[in-house]
């Protein structure tokens, strides 16, 4: 084995021993209420593991706003591979980022013949705390995925360079289009392998460039511009169609193109100092005060400062240029100027754009200490400082990605008024039971924006968790003054007055439901519930309850067996009671196979009703 090999070698032993141990926490974490739930734990055609219904599933969903179907085939094998077991979801993440480490350091050290600062920009690639995000959160498999096929991009571009054949090109191609079908924000590929043209392969020349250097080089990227567009078209169908890209009337051009400069100086800071690291950024426009006129001032001062000098060196250091537009380029999707979600910036977000910035620090520092060994020296002991205490940083955030409470409480801490975050929060104690610190931060949400539906509606949750229906009711009619016509808060404040004995105000708002959601076949179920088996002659709807039952039994295919209760008990109250009994036998079998005993057991009381001819009744607790 030639020196060279085994310097290789080692270099990747060490990179992949110090990954996995800066990023061994996760395999005792859980998967996070926030978004791990729609990819993976709550999303039944996921759930299924890999599937043919699954496959067709994933390249035409639009679910979460996205179009990634490479990404939820990903999530699929796991569960096909692991089942529902978080350990192994987060070690494929963790397996994911050093493979794509490994790679960046070989194509690197392959096109610039530089050793140690190649294996110093993979190890910050590796090893900085804007990383955990992509790393740690199973949710964003779609970062690291799409990364390794960028970075299996560049590699076949690099060998395509030094021999252009057309089966080369089709790799890089090949490459692209999966790269874009784990995650659209590789729609920069193109871009950057032209910024590697210019260096370092080279392929513009040493002198100036003009343009017929670089026409020809544009030209046989034409294939690979078109296959980004196409992929980022479907893309923006995605999430207009998932309500995820913001109406311009709510973000006006000025506070977007205002901060996208304050964006890119959050992104520069952190990179630089990483404190204060969360899992959500609120929005600027969103927060008390605004984007006020002196922090947009000083962030488009910065940009163009450390543009103006890029330019001015980039004759001399064209690793310079190559390196600030690359953090500039990459980050353009999702920059803010088509507002995706609710955040202004996030982690997650810099997983390839950082590459740029390390590599133009990397040389940068590398060309100005010069080659006196001395300070050769001295710069690999500040080096090995800065990512020992990078790794430090990393290991700690790392634990804050534990489970749901430990991170949203981190995110509190560490942010503004983050209504985000007060709502994942509400929403991870509501699961353990702990509703009046749930309602605490429902309120805190509140506070920060009253016209919240999401938090009146999930406030009034919890209170009715915790036996509190009058507040709850109030919460729900404060979100239906917002949305009246949304479905499920006439449902939830139909279920509170019921729990309070309102029965007849309850119908109504059910009866509303059914009317705006004719298909939604649980709230149909609930109301022939009340219409069949109330106490109060004055509500009982026999004939209406039949219908709304019969149409829920055909929508959930006949095998439900809380619909095929509901439906036995509203033949029982129009005195049909052989087709009752007949119907809740059909509801025990499904209760049974279903391996719910308890209400098993309730249907078999209903049944010796039915078969006694007497219709079951509901008596009202008194409020």
């Avoid at 493979?99 to 900085?128: C, D, E, I, K």
């Avoid at 392969?201 to 294939?223: M, N, Y």
């Avoid at 996208?260 to 952190?270: P, S």
Wanted: net charge positive; hydrophobic share 50%.
């Amino acid at each position: 084995m030639r020196r060279d090999q085994r310097a290789d070698l080692a270099v990747a032993a060490i990179l992949i021993t110090v990954t996995s141990a800066v990023f061994s926490p996760v395999l005792s974490h859980q998967f996070i209420l926030f978004d791990d739930t729609s990819y993976v734990t709550e999303n039944a055609v996921v759930g299924a593991g890999l599937t043919w219904q699954g496959v067709r599933w994933a390249f035409t969903t639009t679910f979460t706003g996205n179009w990634h179907p490479l990404t939820w085939l990903s999530h699929m094998a796991d569960v096909q591979l692991f089942g529902m077991v978080p350990r192994w979801h987060h070690a494929m993440n963790v397996v994911l980022h050093l493979v794509n480490t490994l790679l960046l350091f070989v194509v690197l050290r392959t096109m610039t013949g530089a050793f140690w600062r190649s294996a110093a920009v993979a190890a910050l690639f590796a090893l900085h705390p804007l990383h955990v995000e992509s790393v740690a959160w199973v949710a964003e498999r779609k970062d690291v995925l799409s990364a390794l096929f960028w970075m299996l991009a560049m590699a076949a571009y690099v060998r395509y360079v030094r021999d252009p054949r057309a089966a080369r090109y089709a790799l890089v191609a090949l490459a692209l289009l999966l790269g874009l079908l784990a995650k659209p924000m590789v729609v920069t590929l193109p871009f950057v392998l032209l910024l590697l043209d210019y260096w370092p392969l080279e392929r513009l020349g040493r002198s100036s460039i003009s343009w017929a250097t670089v026409r020809p080089l544009i030209w046989e990227k034409i294939p690979l511009f078109a296959l980004a567009l196409t992929v980022s078209a479907a893309t923006l169908y995605a999430q207009r169609a998932g309500g995820n890209v913001a109406d311009v009337e709510h973000l006006s051009l000025a506070t977007r193109v205002s901060n996208t400069f304050v964006a890119y100086l959050a992104y520069l800071e952190k990179t630089l100092w990483p404190r204060g690291l969360a899992a959500f950024y609120p929005h600027p426009a969103t927060t008390p005060g605004g984007l006020s006129w002196w922090e947009v001032s000083i962030a488009v001062a910065v940009v163009l400062a450390i543009s103006g000098l890029v330019l001015r060196e980039a004759v001399r250091r064209r690793y310079l240029l190559v390196g600030w537009l690359w953090f500039l380029g990459t980050l353009v999707p999702v920059i803010g100027m088509v507002q995706i979600g609710q955040q202004g910036i996030a982690d997650r977000y810099t997983y390839i754009p950082l590459i740029g910035l390390f590599i133009a620090a990397v040389w940068g520092l590398s060309d100005l200490v010069g080659a006196e060994p001395w300070r050769r020296r001295a710069l690999g002991v500040v080096g090995a400082g800065v990512l020992a205490m990078a790794s430090v940083v990393t290991w700690t955030q790392v634990g804050y990605w534990r489970d749901t409470v430990t991170l949203f409480e981190h995110a509190v801490r560490v942010t503004g008024s983050n209504r985000v975050a007060h709502l994942q929060l509400g929403a991870a104690y509501a699961r353990q039971g702990r509703y009046d610190d749930a309602a605490a931060q429902y309120r805190a949400a509140l506070a920060i924006k009253a016209n919240s539906v999401e938090a009146n509606n999930n406030l009034g949750i919890v209170l009715a968790q915790a036996g509190r229906p009058d507040d709850a009711a109030a919460s729900f009619r404060a979100a239906l003054n917002i949305s009246p016509n949304d479905v499920r808060l006439h449902a939830n404040l139909a279920r509170a007055l019921r729990q309070m004995g309102a029965v007849s105000e309850a119908v109504e708002h059910y009866r509303d439901a059914v009317r705006l959601d004719p298909l939604g076949w649980d709230v149909a179920m609930n109301l022939a519930w009340i219409l069949a088996t109330d106490a109060d002659a004055a509500v009982r709807r026999s004939d209406e309850a039949i219908v709304l039952a019969e149409g829920a039994n055909r929508r959930t295919g006949r095998s439900h067996p809380r619909v095929l209760d509901t439906l036995a008990a509203a033949y029982a109250a129009a005195g049909r009671y052989e087709e009752a009994a007949e119907t809740a036998q059909r509801a025990l079998s499904a209760a049974l196979g279903a391996g719910d005993q308890r209400f098993a057991a309730d249907i078999g009381g209903r049944i010796r009703l039915y078969q006694t001819r007497q219709p079951y009744r509901v008596v009202r607790t008194p409020p």
